[in-house]
C-alpha cells in the first residue's frame, strides 16, 4: 500500500473487498484468500504471485527482459518521429545536468 500510495479504504475500494476485509488482514486477524491475492495480481500487474504469498522474488516485480544496452532501443536508430538526434540532456534532482552528444 505504501509503494503506490493507497490508504486501506481506497485499497478495498479498488480491488472490491470490504474496507474490514483489509482491516483484518492488516492486524494479522485473518489471512488472504485466494479470491483476495487474484484480486490483487489482476489490478496491480507488477506485483509478483510468488512475493505476495510467500515473500519470495521481488517487489516491484522485475522484468524478464534482464539484458541491458548503453543506447536505450527508443535512440538506437538515432531517430525519434524520423527526427535525428543530436543531443540528450537529463537534467537530476540536485540541479545537475548531463549532456550526451552523438
Not at 52 to 65: A, D, H, M, R
Not at 67 to 96: A, C
Amino acid at each position: 500500500m505504501d509503494y503506490y500510495d493507497l490508504s486501506a479504504a481506497v485499497l478495498a475500494d479498488k480491488i472490491s473487498v470490504q474496507r474490514s476485509s483489509i482491516s483484518h488482514l492488516l492486524s494479522g486477524r485473518n489471512k488472504p484468500s485466494l479470491d483476495f491475492v487474484l484480486k490483487i495480481t489482476s489490478i496491480f500487474k507488477d506485483i509478483d504471485l510468488q512475493w505476495l504469498i510467500n515473500g519470495n522474488g521481488s517487489f516491484p516485480q522485475k522484468t524478464e527482459n534482464s539484458s541491458t544496452t548503453s543506447t536505450p532501443i527508443l535512440f538506437q536508430n538515432n531517430e525519434v518521429s524520423g527526427k535525428k538526434i543530436e543531443r540528450i540532456v537529463v537534467f537530476y534532482s540536485d540541479g545537475t545536468f548531463d549532456e550526451y552528444l552523438k
